[in-house]
């Protein structure tokens, strides 16, 4: 089980925490202004990095605050972890 | 062989004064404190302990350890518990146990005992309580670490019966967990273990003392200190009872004073076997051969031996006539390579085919192993998490090469902590306590014989739980195998509850002679978690019964029990289903109840219903982004139905929106999905609108909801809300009022999830049984009817309102449910909205939800059951399969308004089916004719809201 650093919160059990998925996918400014197939891509598909990996997480079971981190999804260690808005 | 004399005069950690009492197939036999059921079978002269899965071939106890391949019972007494090694089942008075065919037997009653859980914390985790692991851990504490010392065994010490005397040992400074096995090893340094508290005890077990504990251990450093396993050599024969890894042979003598035999062959190909020699020739056993494939055979062997066979292997193993063909009677010998076979009389065959370190748990932490030819086996090859390994489990054999090992990686993990370490080292171990030297330094080195050549290999044993021998690994490797992790599973070798502690080596070993290919390269299979087997209970511990999932119920739940309400679970709320009165079964009750909220009045708590209150400038900002519809121009006091798609444009959820204030909203949702509807905006609001000023909080516990339904219940809410102007133009509908109600400070909304007049009645959770009192008491007079979730679902499906996640399952949009309505075309985006331009969700071909009418208005239809066109039927026969399906039913129920039966159904183009007849195929083999209706089959034109 992962040790999650929260950055609220300090170290903390993966149980506490809920899987965002891949961080830095913002919303399109203008949706309508897309194509169905920029569309599907925004929606559906996202990489699949082997290495470092910015990603969301929520510490659901504690302060439910989002946050990013960066994940080597090679060996699953979280190299960092940054609140939402700071830099990737 | 009977039992007489096996039990040596003097050797031995047992407590001789003390006899246990137990059985075995039936038959009485005793034993002593100290023992285990292995030790003790063997003592009484009992080899044979099982039959094998698929040969049926006698087994008996082939070491001395939790990686026992054959020696696996079933405990009857004090409670079943199929497939335990008997090697780690420690003996008390009044234990039952029986042999085994390979599987065991579940229990067939509840278990009485309890499990639990601890979660721990540490500087440092020691797994192994060895020479290395007592090293580790003893300097750890003297250093001032946290150290938590964890060993499967029932004390400290190890495996090897050579390490004698711990008090250098600072149990006091360490937390100590005898019979307790790190089974698993996980990221971040995360260990689990399972401690074994009362299995010991028998019958005397306390009552209050769970059976098992799961520890959680987060550890900042971990040694594993796990020791080695002696693997056995392939020969024909290699499975009989009688023949054992040869350094178990010492275990049994110098931990249990027992003798595995009288007159016993050696069999090894590494150095150690000649301790083995040793110890049972001083102890009175005699050694009939030493056979040795190296050439020379070492310097001095103390004790005598009858025969010296260097160059020599063992080539098979017997029974005979007389001694029964269930055990070891004779054993074969021939020289490496072939010629005369000497046969030799033994009752015991004691093999040494080198030795594994235990790296399971290594492997599982991220660890890399790389196969050391000197050695002969795999070595631990570094690890990103922070663990080191000591002892044998890194290939050292004596044990002052173990005891100083373990000091050094406790100095490097210690230094590691940022913990100095003190200056201490163990006290030396005399000259006797000696092992043999390392096994680089033996003549000739360590042969990698694994197995004996031969033509017939069809009782060459390499995995002896699974009965896989060398011929089923060559029949893989012949169809083409070349990866041991597919002959593994080809041959199913490695794969029982030893997880091929003792077979995986041998197994690699046959694959690479086969494809010509060294062990190095074919690597090893992957080691997975648990290392030895672990119960469901254990590792369910409180987390079962009513302590599985909470169960939460209302303010007014004990009413609903007292008036004999059954429940359904909803989420994890406990809902009334329906009241039965006297004599009813479910359709009679929830038929009354449907008259008295179509006729009279009715009242339900629905206090489970989600509530989620959004307060700030930007609330109403906020909720036009989520709901498919606007929300920032509803009037304070009005209400709005609205839904939320995902941002696929599929409906995630929907509910009502009360505006309380210009910048205070609140909300409610289905009663299964308050939580994620909550998650999803806390979600929107702080990664992607972190600029609005809303603020969203849960207040789904802060109000109690009852609602009261009917053309009665103005009736009802006038007598209780004396202040409240209840007629429908002062209190229209879809508004809300706060007031007074029963005395009680309430928030009365107009909303109706039945098509009737209806009034929910909402005050703060403590008031809750108070209100619902009241209103049963009021409306008394009126007939009033508690009624439940099922009711319910009829009052809302005959008029077609869907329930999401019932009649929506994740691909159905708004339009779909003929809720066009529902959608801004104003609002320039909202979450889903770019999805409703897509060309699929824009198909007019999508399924809609509409209303069927069984043209047999009994037939009630089956949820879930299909509908098909006519078209597709073949003589009024479903054609083959796969059959063209036009959709399926989402709810179905009895009318008592429409005194028939009727379904809503998702139906590809089912808004322009309407009248059409399709069929739907049940379960029996019936094809049933329906009609496609509206899906609002009752009241369509909506006169009944206002009473």
Redesign the interface.
Known sequence: ???IRCPWCGPR??TEF?Y?GAAHV???S???A?S?EE??RY?FVRENLKGPFAE?W?H?AGC???FNAVRDTL???ILRVYR??EPA | MSGDGLRHATEGRIDRGTVLRFRFDGTAYSGHPGDTLASALLANGVRRIGTSVRLGRPRGVMSAGSEEPTGVVQLEAPFPDPMRPATMVELHDGLVASSLSGRGRLADRPDPARYDAVHAHCDMLVVGAGPAGLAAASLAVRSGARVILADERPEVGGASPDTEGDDWFDRAGARVLTRTTVFGY?????LVAVERRTDHLGAAAPGNLARERIWRI?AGQVVLATGAHERPIAFAGNDLPGVMLADSARTYLHRYGVLVGRRAVVFTINDSGYRVVADLAAAGVEIAALVDPREATGGTVGGQVGGRYGGHVVVAAHGDDAHGHDVLSTVDIEPVGGGPTVRVDADALLVSGGWSPVLHLYSQS?GRLRYDEVVGAFLPDGC?QAVTVAGAARGLTSTTACLVDGVDAARQALTALGITPVDWSPPSVGAGAEGPPPATAAPGGVPDLRFVPAEDYSTHFVDFQRDVTVADVLRATGAGLRSVEHVKRYTTAGTAHDQGKTSGLLTSAVVGQALDAGIAELGHTTFRPPYTPVSFAALAGRDRGQLYDPVRVTAIHDWHVRHGARFEDVGQWRRSWYYPAEGEGLAEAVRRECVAARTGVAFMDASTLGKIEVQGPDAGRFLDRLYTNVMSTLAVGAIRYGVMCG??GMVFDDGTVARLAPDRFLLTTTTGNAGPVL?WM??WL???W?DLAAWCTSVTDQWATVAVVGPRSRDVLARLAPGLAVDAATFPFMTWRDTVVAGLPARVCRISFSGELAYEVNVAWWHGLALWEAVYEAGAPYGITPYGTETMHVLRAEKGYPIVGQDTDGTVTPQDLGMAWVVSKKK??FIG???F???DTARPDRKHLVGLLPEDPTLLLPEGVHVVDPACLAGGRLPEPPVPMLGHVTSSYRSAALDRTFALALVAGGRDRIGDRLYAPLDDGRLVPVTVAGPVLYDPEGARRDG
Do not use: F, V
């Not at chain 2, 996980?186 to 995360?190: A, I, M, P, R, T």
């Open positions: 089980m992962l040790l059990d993966e809920h965002g913002a919303y399109p203008d949706p309508a897309l169905d569309w599907g929606l969301r929520c659901t439910r605050r989002w060996t699953n260690e939402i808005g | 996980y990221d971040d340094n995360y987060r991220g990103r941002l696929d998650d806390e979600e702080q990664t992607e972190p320039a985006d909205k770019r999805s331009a897509r060309s």
